[in-house]
Every structure is written in C-alpha cells, then in structure tokens.
C-alpha cells in the first residue's frame, strides 16, 4: 500500500471534492446533475486545488519539508492553484462575455474563485490526513 497510496488517497481525495461539489449543486439549484460529478471545472470545492495538496501532503508526511520531492510537488500545486484561479476564471469571464456578445455556446464555468481553491486546498490536506490515519 505504500507506493499505491500516491495514487489512491488523491483520487479517493478528488471524487470525494467532486461529490460535495455536486452535493452542494444539487442543494443550490434543487435539482440533481449528476453529469456534474464528471465536469470538474469551476464550483465548491476547488477538485483541482484538492488533488495537488493531497500528493503534496504525502510528500511532505513521508519525505519531508527539505525534500527535493517536495519542492517539486509543492511547486507543482502552486502552479495548478494559480492557473485554476486565474488563467481559468479569467478565460470564463471572457466566455461568458462572447457568449452574451455573439450568442456563441462557449463553457463558462472554467476555474475557480480564491474562496473556492482555499476550501479546495483545506479539504485536500484534511482528507489525505484522515486517509492516512484510517488505512
């Protein structure tokens, strides 16, 4: 279990953001959209921000805070939190505005608002914990 955990706990992590993300939906809009589960862009939690500190955590829990390994992954969680905030949320907004200029059908609900990748952020670091703790 000790290598397979780098690939399970992130993924256990990233489906369990992605059915609150659909939970929390479900409850906003009173209505099920379970296609949701598989469309993870955009919406509370943040699965991205949630999967890349669920690696970073093990990282840091087997190797580390001096560890080259966890430099990487922490750098590599850096970036993917940034660019879910701002590449992505940005290109949204400007999907949105087109679609309202030219009538086009483009996908708006493309990154993440900052409230959004810090819940993201919190709730991959207490998964992987508690994921560690139970297996």
């Known amino acids: 279990m000790t290598s397979l955990k780098y690939i399970i706990f992130p993924i256990i992590t990233a489906i369990l953001s992605q059915t609150i993300k659909v ?12 296609v949701r ?26 190797y580390g805070v ?19 905030m701002g590449i992505r949320y940005e290109s949204g907004n400007q999907a949105r505005i087109l679609n309202k200029a030219f009538g086009t059908n483009l996908k708006e609900r ?19 914990l508690l994921l560690v703790e139970i297996i």
């Open 110 to 128: 493309l990154g993440h608002r900052p409230i959004e990748t810090l819940v993201g952020v919190i709730f991959g670091i207490t998964t992987t």
């Open 23 to 34: 939970i929390i939906e479900t409850i906003k809009s009173k209505k099920l959209d379970i």
């Open 66 to 84: 001096t560890s080259p390994l966890f430099s990487i992954t922490l750098i590599f969680s850096l970036i993917v939190i940034y660019d879910s």
């Open 37 to 62: 589960f598989f469309d993870g862009m955009g919406g509370m939690p943040s699965t991205h921000s949630a999967l890349a500190t669920s690696i970073t955590t093990l990282i840091y829990l087997d």
